[in-house]
Structure formats: structure tokens, C-alpha cells
């Protein structure tokens, strides 16, 4: 429908390559870091949406053909409020990660660690 | 304001105006505790009426301070959204009131004002938010906002193992958010709109290949949500840690919330006439794995996690069929299966508090020292497996029927899969019973969590037990009103089916169109 930005695209790519990567990092911090790219680019995606930029769409002003899409603008901009919270909440967590467990890393599933070793143990008995 | 705005506002409009209001009153409890009881009472009567509003005259469209689509947000009820917003609401009051009998709405940590109240209402505001809108990113939006209030609730406290419980959750979560935003960009940018009543004429016109790929978006992103296998790795690690009623109310309703995202926005963009292979596969798959898991587990928190899981494949299996018999035996299970973990998670809860422990190898014989207590989690753990009489019968039997009515192969041996699900439901249901329930009872020996340390040998408040009962009675009026519920859910599939009636209910010049 809409002629789409070369580099946006790229840019996009790398931020969702960087930021998934990032993600499956172990250490709470660099998962925070990662989200942050993926939030960025799933913004630029929202932006790209609305297709080419155009001039500031005021009613009286602009001719429609002429004026940026303001829909897609509106909802990153909601977007980017969300992450923006999100982002805080994350941060005081791995804060709080690194007051009770002394780093940010995310832990394995004790509860699974406990069946593991029941069923070695079971295992041994045998 | 006409009643129709009204109506289908209210449910978000006020949990979220009450939660700045319980904010300011967090010096006093008593009050934050009357002012959240009174506005879920509300919301119940409000979400009461609403059904038999969309059940009578059809369904109830506002548009968001008078702007219309593509530009403003639309709020719908129809049948779906309202009977599954009242049993949400139901299901919601009535763990508030487990959770101030319990204490743990009022429990303060290192003096930080009690956000319990604020966050739960708002909680209620995402999820009635998601049911209601009649757009995409509204969804996006009231994903956002039930996630949010969910990651306060789920690390309450900030105790070591919540921490590391709600960073799994918190980043799981949010992977999956970031995927919708994104396929609602994607959305947007092929279509240049998100209201799904414009999107349900526009996606079908666009090439197949982009159809498809707009449909496995979607499934993904609301799959992690829904906790469909294999997206569902998250949910048995974070869940049993919260505080007891915020696991009930996340296992109630949480994914639930992302089923009911798959269902409306499957139908309504992707309309099938065949069964769907990737959706059947998947949902068989999720109902073994789930169960699988549930059998080995030692942590009773833990077994009904993995049920749930389980049990999500049921609703899906009702989706893949893509029969109107299909969908409307989903949505019976959907009630049914909010219900049921409600209850089964209360009585989980209780059993924590009176016996100082969760772990299987250390409880012994509640039957003889709470035998209401054993009573009520056997009755649930009977309406899960699908005993008769009870709503897990009802269901699962209605999802059998419309296999058996699509008779596709495939139809037919998800349904065969669903009848062992079933039964190793029971097998790992009993098998908790046998360990827990029966037998003579055991001195408490309580687990080194330090929170148990704390409700070891407290017998549980009144409130508690009255309020995880009201839980069960709810499951068996779902099950005495299995006929009146069934012929609705029939009307409901009905108008899943009929994407022209959406249509021109949102689009149409008269707001509210003839049934």
C-alpha cells in the first residue's frame, strides 16, 4: 500500500537482532537493554505504518494528501509511554534482584532442581 | 451519554478511577477495602446488565468520545465479551474478599503505603478493557495495562523468590507484547487501520501469503499470553510463587484473557471454514504436555499450574474445530475452566495456610482435620477432570460433540487425545488427593519458605473459606445452568460466525443493530 523506507527497514532489523539477542541474555540488565531495542523498533515499525513523512497534519492547514498519518504517531506515542513504565519497573527489579540475591542473573527454577534431585535419588535407591 | 456508553464503560472506567482513589486512601484499609468491594459490585451489576442487554436487543457499541473508526477507539459487547466480562468480574470480587480474609491485601513491607487495592482494580480495568475493545491496539493497550498490574502483583512483597519468579514472568510477558505491537504496526501498514470491524473486510482482501502471515503473528503473540504449548514454559515457574489469591486470579483469568484475545481476533480477521490444522496439533499437543507435567510435580501450586496449561488446549481444540458447535462448546469451557482454577487455586491457598506447606510429600490426611476444605477441592478437582454432573462434564462433552460433528481424522483423534488428557487429569488429580487429602493426618511440618513460617497452623479466616466456597458454588450453578448457559453459547458462536453482524453493529449508521 505504502512505498516502504529502505533504511527504516534496516534499522528495524538490527534493532530486533540486537534486542533479541540481548534478551536471551542471563543477567537481568542487558534482558532490559534488549527490551528497549525491541520496544524501539516495534515503534519504528508503528511509525513506518503510516508510510512516507508528509507535512504536521493540522485541519485547516495541510490538504489531507499532503499531511503525515497521525494515527500511527498517536499509538507510539501511547507505545512508547507503556515501555517507558515498563522499562522503570524492570530497573527497579533488577535493583531489588541485585539487594536480595546480590546480582541481577536470573535464577534457575529451584522447584525443578528439587524434582531433578528426588529423581536421582529415587534412581540411586534402585 | 446513552445507555449503551454508559454500560460498556463503566467496567473500565471505574476499577481504574477507584484505583486512584484507593491510592490516596492507602493510609486507610478499612476504607480502600469497602471502596474496592463496592466498585467490583458495581462492575458485577453492571457486566449482569450488559449481558441481558446484548442478549436481548444485540450487542453494545460506544464509540470513545464520539470519535468513530479508523480514528477513535471502539468499545463492543456483544455475546461473547459480556458473558465472559461477568463471570471475570464474578470471579474477581470473589477473591478480593479470599484476600482481605486472608491478610495479604493489607500486609505492608517496609513501609511502602498498601498498593494491593490500587493494583487489583486496575488489574480488573486491562482485563475488562481487553474484552470489551473493538480494536486492535485498544487490545495492545489493555494487554499493557493487565500486564503491568500483574507484575506488581506477581513480585508483592519483593521476597527473594518472587524476584526471581517475576523476572521470568515480567520477561516473557513482555517479549510477547512487543510481538503484538509489532503485528499491529504490520497490521496498520497493510491495511491503514487497527478497528477490527474495518480490519475483518480489509484483511480478506489482501494476498494470502500476507494473510497468513498476519494470522501466525497474532496466534504467536496471543499464544504466549494464552500459554499455549510451546509458549508456555513461563507460567508454571512464576505462578505458584505469587501470594495465594493473586495466583488464583492470574490462573483464573490471565489466560483466559489471551484465549479470548485468539478466539475474537481468529474469527473475526480470519474467518475458516475448515478445521485448522496448526491450532488442532497444537491444542493436543498442549493438552498432553500440561498434563504430563502435573503428574510428577510435588508442589500442589505447581499441579494445578500444569493443568491449566493442560486445559488451555481445551478451549483451543473448540477454536480449531471451526464449527459454530466448536466455538460455542469453547466458550461453555472457557466459563467453566475460569471458574474451576478460581476454586482449585482458593482451596490451594487454604491448604498453604492451615498446613504451613504446598509440598505433597509433606501434607497428610486435610480430610480429617478440614474436611469442608477437602470437600471443596475434591468437588472442583471432579469438575475438571469431567466427572457428570459437574461443568467439566458439560464442556468438555459439548467439545466432543462438535469433534465428533466435524469427523475431519484429525478432529477425531485431537478428540481421542482430549479423552486421555481428561483421564490423566483425574490420575494426577488423585494422585494429590491420595498424598494430601487422605489418610491420617501429620503433624505441620512447615518448608523453609519463610513466608509459610508465618501462617504455619493458622486456621484459615472465615472469610477465606466462605469466599473459596462461594468460588465452588459458582463452578456447580455453572453446571445447574448447563442448559440455559449451552443455548446461549450457541447464540454467542453464532454471532462469532457472522463477522457482517460486527460489522455493521460498529460501522453501521444505527448504533445498535436488530439481533
Same mark, same amino acid.
Given at each position: 500500500?505504502? #512505498? #516502504? ?19 536471551? &541474555? ?51 506515542? #501511547? ?25 541481577? &542473573? ?13 529423581? #536421582?535419588?529415587?534412581? &540411586?535407591?534402585? | ?22 491510592? +490516596? ?57 459480556? $458473558? ?12 478480593? $474478599? ?11 513491607a517496609e513501609n511502602v503505603p498498601s498498593v494491593f487495592h490500587p493494583t487489583y482494580l486496575v488489574l480488573l480495568a486491562g482485563i475488562s478493557l481487553v474484552f470489551l475493545t473493538g480494536d486492535l491496539f485498544t487490545m495492545y493497550v489493555g494487554f499493557e495495562v493487565m500486564l503491568i498490574a500483574s507484575y506488581v502483583l506477581i513480585t508483592l512483597g519483593a521476597t527473594a523468590e518472587r524476584v526471581r519468579a517475576g523476572m521470568t514472568y515480567i520477561v516473557a510477558s513482555l517479549t510477547a507484547s512487543i510481538l503484538l505491537l509489532t503485528t499491529v504496526g504490520l497490521v ?10 474495518? $480490519?475483518?473486510?480489509?484483511? *480478506? ?8 502471515? $498476519? ?88 499441579? +494445578? *499450574? ?36 478460581? @476454586? ?112 504455619? @497452623? ?58
Amino acid at each position: 500500500m505504502n #512505498t #516502504t523506507n529502505l533504511a527504516l527497514s534496516l534499522i528495524v532489523g538490527v534493532l530486533f537482532a540486537g534486542g533479541t539477542y540481548l534478551l536471551l &541474555e542471563r543477567a537481568l540488565l542487558r534482558s532490559i537493554l534488549g527490551f528497549v531495542l525491541l520496544g524501539h523498533g516495534a515503534n519504528l515499525v508503528l511509525i513506518m505504518s503510516g508510510g512516507s513523512a508528509g507535512k504536521p497534519p493540522f485541519a485547516d492547514k495541510t490538504g489531507a494528501a499532503a499531511a503525515a498519518d497521525p494515527l500511527p504517531q498517536a499509538m507510539a506515542l #501511547t507505545a512508547v509511554v507503556i515501555t517507558f513504565a515498563v522499562t522503570a519497573l524492570l530497573l527497579a527489579l533488577a535493583d531489588r534482584s541485585v539487594a536480595v540475591h546480590g546480582d541481577d &542473573e536470573v535464577q534457575d527454577d529451584i522447584e525443578d532442581r528439587l524434582l531433578e534431585r528426588q529423581q #536421582t535419588a529415587t534412581e &540411586e535407591e534402585l | 451519554v446513552t445507555a449503551a456508553t454508559a454500560l460498556v464503560s463503566a467496567p473500565v472506567a471505574l476499577p481504574l478511577l477507584a484505583a486512584g482513589l484507593s491510592l +490516596l486512601l492507602s493510609p486507610s484499609p478499612v476504607l480502600q477495602r469497602v471502596l474496592a468491594v463496592t466498585v467490583l459490585t458495581a462492575v458485577l451489576g453492571d457486566a449482569a446488565l450488559l449481558l441481558v442487554r446484548v442478549d436481548t436487543v444485540g450487542p453494545q457499541v460506544a464509540h470513545v468520545g464520539g470519535w468513530h473508526p479508523p480514528l477513535g477507539i471502539t468499545l463492543i459487547a456483544d455475546r461473547l465479551s459480556a $458473558l465472559a466480562l461477568l463471570v471475570a468480574v464474578l470471579v474477581v470480587l470473589v477473591v478480593l $474478599l479470599f484476600a482481605v480474609g486472608q491478610g495479604i491485601a493489607e500486609r505492608r513491607a517496609e513501609n511502602v503505603p498498601s498498593v494491593f487495592h490500587p493494583t487489583y482494580l486496575v488489574l480488573l480495568a486491562g482485563i475488562s478493557l481487553v474484552f470489551l475493545t473493538g480494536d486492535l491496539f485498544t487490545m495492545y493497550v489493555g494487554f499493557e495495562v493487565m500486564l503491568i498490574a500483574s507484575y506488581v502483583l506477581i513480585t508483592l512483597g519483593a521476597t527473594a523468590e518472587r524476584v526471581r519468579a517475576g523476572m521470568t514472568y515480567i520477561v516473557a510477558s513482555l517479549t510477547a507484547s512487543i510481538l503484538l505491537l509489532t503485528t499491529v504496526g504490520l497490521v496498520y501498514g497493510v491495511t491503514g487501520t487497527v478497528n477490527m470491524a474495518q $480490519l475483518s473486510g480489509a484483511i *480478506s482482501e489482501l494476498p494470502p501469503d500476507v494473510q497468513r502471515l $498476519l494470522g501466525l503473528m497474532l496466534l504467536a503473540s496471543l499464544g504466549i499470553k494464552a500459554a499455549m504449548v510451546p509458549l508456555h514454559w513461563w507460567l508454571p515457574d512464576s505462578y505458584p510463587n505469587a501470594p495465594a489469591p493473586v495466583t488464583a486470579v492470574f490462573a483464573a483469568l490471565l489466560t483466559k484473557v489471551g484465549v479470548y484475545a485468539i478466539i475474537r481476533t481468529q474469527t473475526l480477521l480470519f474467518p475458516r471454514e475448515e478445521p485448522w490444522t496448526l491450532l488442532l496439533v497444537l491444542a493436543g499437543v498442549t493438552m498432553l504436555v500440561g498434563v504430563l507435567g502435573a503428574l510428577v510435580q510435588d508442589d500442589l501450586n505447581r499441579v +494445578l *499450574s500444569f493443568m491449566l496449561v493442560s486445559h488451555i488446549g481445551f478451549m483451543l481444540f473448540g477454536l480449531a474445530i471451526s464449527s459454530q458447535a466448536g466455538l460455542a462448546g469453547a466458550t461453555l469451557y472457557l466459563v467453566h475452566h475460569i471458574t474451576v482454577q478460581a @476454586a482449585l487455586f482458593l482451596a490451594a491457598g487454604m491448604v498453604e495456610r492451615e498446613r504451613g506447606t504446598a509440598s505433597l510429600a509433606r501434607l497428610r490426611g486435610i480430610v480429617v482435620t478440614a474436611p469442608l476444605l477437602a470437600g471443596l477441592f475434591f468437588v472442583s478437582a471432579l469438575s475438571l477432570g469431567g466427572i457428570p454432573p459437574l461443568a467439566g462434564f458439560v464442556g468438555k462433552l459439548s467439545l466432543l460433540q462438535a469433534a465428533v460433528d466435524s469427523a475431519a481424522p484429525l478432529t477425531l483423534t485431537v478428540a481421542a487425545v482430549a479423552l486421555l488428557a481428561s483421564l490423566l487429569t483425574l490420575a494426577a488429580l488423585m494422585r494429590v488427593w491420595l498424598a494430601a487429602f487422605w489418610g491420617l493426618p501429620s503433624a505441620p511440618v512447615p518448608d523453609d519458605r519463610p513466608e509459610d513460617l508465618a501462617d504455619v @497452623a493458622t486456621p484459615p479466616a472465615r472469610l477465606m473459606t466462605a469466599s473459596a466456597t462461594a468460588a465452588v458454588l459458582v463452578g456447580l450453578a455453572v453446571a445447574a445452568s448447563a442448559g440455559p448457559l449451552s443455548s446461549y453459547t450457541q447464540r454467542a458462536a453464532d454471532d462469532l460466525t457472522d463477522q457482517q453482524h460486527y460489522r455493521s453493529s460498529v460501522l453501521g449508521e444505527q448504533v445498535v443493530a436488530q439481533p
